[in-house]
DNA sequence: CCGGTGACTGCGAACGATTGCAAGCGGGCC
DNA sequence: GGCCCGCTTGCAATCGTTCGCAGTCACCGG
């Protein structure tokens, strides 16, 4: 007895002998799908000797056993990134309801690393992955999924349709924040874009020309500018670039938060002012949004709810066993613009 | 061969038959350590052997024997608070040189949450643990430290000099912010602290209350105040507090980065303007520090850092097998007052 | 009274690696 | 020529669970 304390590490043996019965037995006992198993006055007596003993079942000689670890890989480009921490909770959170854990990896923006990195989560036997560094054609991706192992896409997804997915309704946002600037009255609307090879990148793209399109409004030749990756220094470029050679643009939307808040840099270093002289409106609604000078106006979406879903689609595929019949869910959170102070009529 | 593919994973057994020799052969040819016990020619055919089928040891399955997990439990309060992103990419990438991984788990404040998270993590066999959630006196850290479980603290550290901790030179951060303010003109100085149950909290106070008496200027009743948690609804409320003591007060020094938020939102609700009636010092400086509205004047110290250097600590001791006899390290990391806009001299 | 059935429990073999021990082998030395 | 030694390698146990299989026992129905 060691109350408060913290004992050494006992075994299944130790409480078979405790309680007089086999270790099989013990283990039948323990486990709730094997429990009616054993007879009531058994279990009584097991159940008392594993609480005694304080015994608690050993993880990894399970996991050789049964070959599943109770373990999910997850790889985020950088935990750095204000998206992923909320993200993470709800991952974390999700998985430790149904008593699983996870092992993070980044890649760090290069995103074929995830393969290197995978072999890392493979040796460690995760049972399935929530990746969140898919590209729009995304071999390793592909691999993976035809190798069978379980794969959730989160935030970004590749073209394969095979591989479930959870993301931003990066259209409706889009279009929610055009709208709202042509409401404005903004008639000279840029768009500083993330990468093409990421469907963040790509559908946002896209859909800012239809939606300037439904309203009757052009996108000249370099007012629309993707940057190499969705960070402030390219937001900084890339705004840069833009506000030069179309000096009459009253409001820009930025590929996501972080190029907004270049975007204000550039603002800054053109002598312009945010947002009495340009309009700008981010996208992800990331921590201390509100707290930016000046604050942003930005799509929001539930970051949390993001990987709780992730793991909720995960855990049905793993349950299932494989990929079953139905087709791969595509899940697209509901988008929300939030409207603060980066944003105002045109003078 | 599969090559770009993944393949279904390959057991030591395998590798063993295709080289031509015992399985535990290909385990002394595979393991660094025992290399040297196995000719040369064997061992070429082996490492062939291995490569050819892309084999890669199970981590699972090795833990179960040799009891070492290669994993370190790490313990935060929640990773969605700014401080800890970057330290866990200290952490995450430290680990990763010596082919450890982190498991991470949350106690959201609740401090006690700790020991039946600890349960999870040594289920899962952890071979170490970084806790970021250190109290002043802690009795789960002490029976964790009796237990002999390798513990490293960070961030935050309890009284008990037996267990290692790297934290920031609270003392010096705070001593450099006093003096800076005092330099500035500022005679009514007024501290909105952390939870006296910090070693954060406690450290900066006393220093507070040092340096100010160093400077000769008094600590008034109610001009130093303690928070209920490092939040930014905390430093609202008890930056309201004491503004409405003491509107005499022409500076905050804040508990940390998050209550320096606070204090501005206070300051914005009495009806005061930050710097020009108010400056306002941090601690911490988090991600986004300089963006905020004012930026944020406050102690820098690097995060990532901390990590790496408690992994490096933690190793040691793992290495060694035991505290030894040396005492237990208590890294403090320098400090460095970054000055933005959120300070000013007194009207 | 006997065969069958069902409920429990025990037995022992996995899972995939590591490691102490011992055997085989060749060479050097006396 | 015999002995010892060191270098390689194989053997088999082990880490702590889980699970298929089989055995025991009581009870029930014919």
């Known amino acids: 007895m060691n109350p ?23 283990s039948r006992a323990l486990n709730p799908q094997t429990q009616q198993m054993v007879s009531s006055e058994t279990l009584e007596r097991v159940l008392e000797a594993a609480r005694e003993l304080n015994y608690r079942t050993n993880t990894i000689a399970r996991s050789l056993r049964t070959q599943r670890s109770l373990t999910v890989g997850v790889v985020i480009p950088d935990i750095t990134n204000p998206l992923f921490p909320r993200m993470m909770r709800g991952i974390d959170d999700a998985l430790e309801e149904v008593q699983y854990a996870s092992l993070v990896t980044y890649t760090d923006g290069r995103d074929e690393r995830l393969l290197e990195r995978f072999e890392l989560l493979r040796q460690r036997g995760v049972d399935g992955l929530i990746v969140a560094t898919a590209r729009h054609s995304d071999a390793v991706l592909d691999s993976l999924e035809r190798s069978g192992i379980a794969v959730v896409q989160i935030n970004r997804r590749s073209r394969n349709k095979d591989i479930p997915s959870v993301t931003a309704d990066d259209r409706a946002g889009t279009r929610a924040a055009v709208e709202y600037l042509v409401e404005l009255g903004h008639r000279h609307i840029a768009h500083i874009g993330g990468p093409q090879r990421h469907s963040t990148g790509r559908t946002r793209l896209a859909e800012f020309r239809s939606a300037m399109r439904r309203a009757g409004l052009g996108v000249p030749e370099g007012s629309a500018v993707t940057g190499r990756s969705v960070t402030i220094q390219e937001g900084f470029r890339v705004g840069r670039e833009v506000l030069a050679g179309h000096p009459e643009v009253t409001a ?19 002598g312009r002012r945010c947002p009495q002289d340009v309009s700008v409106i981010g996208f992800n609604d990331m921590e201390f949004a509100d707290r930016f000078d000046p604050p942003l106006t930005t799509i929001h979406f539930d970051h949390y709810e993001m990987g709780a879903a992730a793991v909720e689609i995960l855990m049905r595929r793993l349950r299932s066993g494989g990929p079953g019949n139905q087709p791969a869910a595509r ?17």
């Open 4 to 26: 408060g304390g913290v004992s050494t590490s006992v075994t299944l043996r130790e409480v078979a002998v405790r309680a007089g019965v086999h270790p099989a037995t013990v």
């Open 252 to 270: 820009i939307l930025a590929g996501n938060d972080l190029m907004a808040l270049g975007c204000y840099d550039a603002l800054r270093s053109a």
């Open 331 to 347: 899940l697209e959170l509901d988008t929300e613009l939030i409207v603060r102070a980066s944003t105002a009529p045109p003078r």
